[in-house]
């Protein structure tokens, strides 16, 4: 599961890797993904607090996922990622929704000046993040107690993917996540026979 020769992307290496994502969402390789992730968040605000519970989409990217939130009714929403030219994108794609307040943040996870954003939000979405980052048990350590986590960790890792570890089975995400969410929903995506994403949902302890 640890891949420790692969080393973290800097915020430059993202932003010349933007041709990735600039596809619209309906062209979108992450399109299924989304789709399954945004299942496990209407679920969990329709059960609690409604679509007016915050979302913080952690290293939110170009905006597409903010797109499909968007699309769907959802408003009250902040999304962060440490990309100038990812979060001029995600501005750009998503001018056309009326959202309260700035709708990205450019500024990295760790930022004890961003992480004060986290205490206004109820639900975090971290979709293909958690495999970028080598810190990734201090972040989810770093949301408050309660808060739901909607998360997605690939099967796959390489120096051009800026993945700094990849995950073999869903099983390997519940173990290495379940002491700090209490996991309550685990799903398997397939993306084509060789990648998979892993999908899981859980209340920080």
Same mark, same amino acid.
């Given at each position: ?8 992307? #800097?915020?430059?290496?993202? !932003? $010349?890797?933007? +041709?990735?994502?600039?596809?619209? #969402? ?13 299942? &496990?968040? $209407?679920?969990? =605000? ?14 939110? *990217? ?11 009714? +959802? @408003?009250?929403?902040?999304?962060? !990622? ?10 750009? +794609?998503? %001018? %056309? ?14 930022? /004890? ?9 109820? &639900? ?15 972040? &989810?350590?770093?949301? /408050? $107690? ?11 890792? *390489? /120096? ?11 099983? !390997?995400?519940? =173990? @290495? ?9 685990a799903m398997l995506c397939n993306l084509n026979r060789e990648k998979r994403f892993y999908l899981i949902r859980g209340v920080t302890i």
């Amino acid at each position: 599961m640890e891949l420790p020769q692969y080393t973290e992307w #800097l915020s430059t290496q993202y !932003d $010349a890797a933007i +041709y990735r994502s600039k596809k619209p #969402l309906t062209e979108s390789p992450w399109l299924k993904l989304y789709c399954f992730a945004l299942v &496990l968040v $209407a679920e969990r =605000l329709d059960q609690t607090a409604g679509n007016g519970a915050r979302i913080c989409d952690l290293g939110c *990217g170009t905006g597409r996922f903010a797109h499909l939130l968007f699309q769907c009714g +959802y @408003r009250d929403y902040v999304g962060i !990622d440490f990309s100038k030219k990812r979060i001029q994108m995600a501005n750009a +794609y998503n %001018r %056309r929704f009326d959202v309260e307040g700035p709708k990205f943040i450019q500024g990295n996870l760790f930022d /004890p000046r961003v992480q004060a954003v986290f205490g206004e939000c109820r &639900l975090f979405a971290a979709l293909e993040v958690l495999e970028h980052v080598k810190e990734d048990l201090n972040l &989810l350590r770093a949301l /408050p $107690a309660g808060a739901t986590v909607v998360a997605s960790v690939p099967n796959y890792a *390489g /120096p051009k993917s800026g993945h700094v570890r990849r995950f073999d089975t869903l099983e !390997d995400v519940v =173990l @290495r996540y379940g002491g700090i969410l209490e996991v309550d929903r685990a799903m398997l995506c397939n993306l084509n026979r060789e990648k998979r994403f892993y999908l899981i949902r859980g209340v920080t302890i």
